[in-house]
C-alpha cells in the first residue's frame, strides 16, 4: 500500500516540450506539497495546497502549474521545459499542524526529470 | 523568513564511530525540529524530531538536541553503521507556518 505515489519516475524530453507530473495519497492528508531537489541534493518548496487551495507558492516560473482535482492528489505541469528544470520532483502529504500534529512529511518515490 | 544552515556537508566516519550534524535556524518562532535520511535514489524520510518544549529526544542510536537560546539543534548518530550512510536533512517550522525549512544536508559516509 503505497501512500504517496506519483508517476511517471522517470521521464527524458527534449527542451520546449510540455510534460506532467502525477500525485496521489491514500493517507487521507489535507495537506500536498511539491518540491524540487538539484543536483546538490538542495530541497526546495515549490507549491502548496490544502483542501486543493494553493497555500504556498514559492517564486516558481509560471511555466510551472500545479493542479488540485481533489485533496488526495496534486498534479504538476510543466510548460516549455528548459535544461536547468532538469532535477527529481518529489510530491509529498502531510497531517494538520494544529493540536498534537507535527505535519510530517511523507515523500513520494520521486519523479527524475531530465531535459535534453 | 525562517533560514536553516547545516554543517558539515559532508561527513565520512569510521565504522563504530559515532557522528555528529549540526543546524542553526534563525526565526525564534520556531518550534518544530524533524531530521530526514534520504539514501542513494530513494526518498527522503523521518528519522527523528523534537519539539522546542524539549531539549533531547533519543531513539536508539540515533538523538537529537536542541538549544533554543543559541537557535541551534544537532544530530548525533552513535555506533555508525555502513546503512546510516545517506543524505540528512533538518529543518525547522515556525508554529505559525505550515512548511518546513530544510537544510541544505550532509552526506554522511559510513566506512567499513
Known amino acids: 500500500d503505497t501512500a504517496v505515489s506519483q508517476t511517471p519516475k522517470y521521464l527524458v524530453t527534449q527542451m520546449g516540450n510540455d510534460k506532467s507530473i502525477k500525485c496521489e495519497q491514500n493517507?487521507?492528508?489535507?495537506?500536498m506539497y511539491w518540491y524540487k531537489q538539484d543536483s546538490k541534493k538542495f530541497l526546495k518548496i515549490m507549491f502548496s495546497?490544502?483542501?486543493?487551495?494553493?497555500?504556498i507558492n514559492e517564486t516558481v516560473p509560471n511555466r510551472f502549474s500545479p493542479k488540485s482535482p481533489d485533496k488526495a492528489h496534486l498534479n504538476l505541469h510543466i510548460n516549455s521545459l528548459e535544461l536547468g528544470d532538469s532535477a527529481v520532483y518529489f510530491c509529498?502529504?502531510?497531517?494538520?499542524?494544529?493540536?498534537?500534529?507535527?505535519?510530517?512529511?511523507?515523500f513520494g518515490e520521486g519523479s527524475r526529470l531530465t531535459v535534453l | 523568513g525562517e533560514n536553516v544552515e547545516q554543517h558539515p556537508s559532508t561527513l565520512s566516519v569510521q565504522e563504530g564511530d559515532s557522528a555528529v550534524i549540526k543546524c542553526t535556524y534563525s526565526d525564534s518562532a520556531s518550534n518544530y525540529f524533524p531530521w530526514y535520511k534520504q539514501e542513494l535514489g530513494k526518498r527522503p524520510q523521518l528519522i527523528i524530531d523534537?519539539?522546542?518544549?524539549?531539549g533531547e529526544k533519543k531513539d536508539q542510536r540515533i538523538a537529537v538536541t536542541l538549544n533554543k537560546t543559541a537557535k541551534h539543534f544537532s544530530l548525533h548518530i552513535t555506533e555508525t553503521q555502513p546503512e546510516d550512510s545517506a543524505v540528512y536533512f533538518c529543518a525547522a517550522r515556525p508554529g505559525s507556518a505550515r512548511q518546513l525549512t530544510f537544510g541544505s544536508g550532509t552526506q554522511l559516509t559510513v566506512l567499513p
Open positions: 495546497y490544502n483542501n486543493k487551495e494553493l497555500i
Open positions: 509529498a502529504s502531510s497531517r494538520p499542524t494544529s493540536g498534537s500534529g507535527t505535519g510530517e512529511l511523507f
Open positions: 493517507l487521507g492528508h489535507d495537506t
Open positions: 523534537i519539539r522546542s518544549n524539549v
